[in-house]
């Protein structure tokens, strides 16, 4: 069965301090991954997606960063954090035209 | 440019009775549109679906209506649970980018009070 494993659960870094957050698939080959973030009070915003290893493309413009270095592995990243990048990440995918995504349980980023 | 909204941040329902959420978007190319359920501090999990080729949809207690010369869709949840406490995400998808790129609305909280 297909499941996702994203971590750490929770985070409490310092302004200006780096950033990494993982995320791997497990059960299914070449699927499309995504990372998404839930900002207090907001809905949930597309950060950046992949259709393939190597493959990133970004929704908005920010502090942060993707990379996929395997296929079902993807990493958040920044060099450093600012205040408003604390909030919730979710990491997603999903199989070809399936639009249907499995989430991960999120990490919870607070940024002091 | 919000494309998919959903305008009520918030719904209190009683138990046993129903709960309409409500959802908008703009795009036309949107074809494909989902409901997700989402717990605090967990992942959203998926609930139900509706493609544009039907106007309705139903599984179980939830049922959604898509209205598409509205650009509106709802979600139904019949009779309303205290399990159903929750916060509910539409999302929607176009077809043809060949892939399942989702936007999805800024949620509304649903309170089912006993």
């Known amino acids: 069965s297909q499941t996702i494993h994203q971590w750490p659960a929770t985070l409490v870094q310092p302004v200006g301090s780096p950033l990494s957050l993982e995320c791997t698939v497990e059960?299914?080959?070449?699927?499309?991954l995504y990372w998404y973030r839930q900002a207090a009070g907001r809905g949930l915003q597309l950060l950046f997606y992949s259709v393939g290893i190597g493959q990133i493309s970004s929704e908005v413009p920010q502090n942060l960063s993707a990379s996929r270095p395997q296929d079902r592995q993807f990493i958040l990243s920044s060099k450093k954090l600012l205040l408003s990048d604390s909030g919730f990440y979710l990491c997603?995918?999903?199989?070809?035209?399936?639009?249907?995504?499995?989430f991960g349980s999120g990490t919870r980023l607070t940024v002091v | 440019d919000q494309q998919v909204k959903q305008n009520s941040p918030s719904l209190s329902v009683q138990e046993g009775r129903i709960s309409i959420l409500n959802c908008d978007y703009t795009n036309s190319m949107f074809d494909y549109f989902l409901w997700y359920k989402k717990y605090p501090a967990e992942g959203p999990t998926f609930l139900i679906s509706?493609?544009?080729?039907?106007d309705k949809n139903e599984d179980g207690r939830f049922t959604v209506f898509l209205n598409k010369s509205a650009k509106h869709l709802s979600l139904h949840i019949v009779p309303s649970q205290p399990g159903d406490s929750a916060v509910y995400f539409c999302a929607a998808s176009e077809s043809l980018r060949g892939w399942g790129k989702l936007q999805f609305g800024a949620g509304t909280q649903v309170v089912v009070t006993p």
């Open positions: 059960g299914t080959s070449n699927p499309n």
């Open positions: 509706i493609s544009s080729i039907k």
């Open positions: 997603a995918w999903s199989v070809g035209s399936n639009y249907g995504y499995t």
